[in-house]
Antibody, heavy 112, light 115 residues
Framework: EVQLVESGGGLVQPGESLRLSCAAS????????MSWVRQTPGKGLEWVAN????????NYVDSVKGRFTISRDNAKNLLYLQMNSLRVEDTAVYYC?????WGQGTLVTVSS | QAVLTQPSSLSASPGASASLTCTLR?????????IYWYQQKPGSPPQYLLR?????????GSGVPSRFSGSKDASANAGILLISGLQSEDEADYYC?????????FGGGTKLTVL
């Protein structure tokens, strides 16, 4: 069974940084476009960023452009999201996902 | 106007069928897109159900029962998730998604109540 396991979430203050990781197993990681999707508790899904199979193309939702960076290491089956200059409105559960497989999510809380 | 619009809630009886719609904004042609459908239950991540573009371009998620199916209504510019033989375990939030301009765009979700 495919496993995507996120880590790195936590409580930070506005303006601080976090790096999320997603470890993929039993999954042909390098053949998939991978995304980060977030969900505020009780709310809907918001796509944050994606990276194509070889990492050559990266796309971001406007609200995180210039603050977040997505990257991947296909040799290690790892996906990352570097989040800088975090804002209160970035508070959410962050999911690592291909179109057909999602991780359990990691909670990021930005609060003073 | 949102890119994808879903009704916020829908109720149906056990054993009945439920048709969940995902309407694309005017100017975005449903015929061009694969529509992805996800089910999310409280406390769990979304689960992939299926994707549908046409009868020749569709995919059922692994282990997803055949009573979940996709279609389109071109006249309404909408994707449709049909759930037949509703069961209590189908009570959940359902989200549609398209890949639009290199981004994933989600609908706001439909809360399906089975009662």
């Amino acid at each position: 069974e495919v496993q995507l396991v996120e880590s790195g979430g936590g409580l930070v203050q506005p303006g601080e940084s976090l790096r999320l990781s997603c470890a993929a197993s039993r999954f042909t990681f390098g053949t998939y476009t991978m995304s980060w999707v977030r969900q505020t508790p009780g709310k809907g899904l918001e796509w944050v960023a994606n990276t194509k199979q070889d990492g050559s193309e990266k796309n971001y939702v406007d609200s995180v452009k210039g603050r977040f960076t997505i990257s991947r290491d296909n040799a290690k089956n790892l996906l990352y999201l570097q989040m800088n200059s975090l804002r209160v409105e970035d508070t959410a559960v962050y999911y690592c996902a291909s179109f057909d497989n999602w991780g359990q999510g990691t909670l990021v809380t930005v609060s003073s | 106007q949102a890119v994808l619009t879903q009704p916020s809630s829908l109720s149906a009886s056990p054993g009945a069928s439920a048709s969940l719609t995902c309407t694309l904004r005017s100017g975005i042609n449903v015929g061009t897109y694969r529509i992805y459908w996800y089910q999310q239950k409280p406390g769990s991540p979304p689960q992939y159900l299926l994707r549908y573009k046409s009868d020749s371009d569709k995919q059922q998620g692994s282990g997803v029962p055949s009573r979940f199916s996709g279609s389109k209504d071109a006249s309404a510019n909408a994707g449709i998730l049909l759930i037949s033989g509703l069961q209590s375990e189908d009570e959940a939030d359902y989200y549609c998604m398209i890949a639009h301009n290199s981004a994933w765009v989600f609908g706001g979700g439909t809360k399906l109540t089975v009662l």
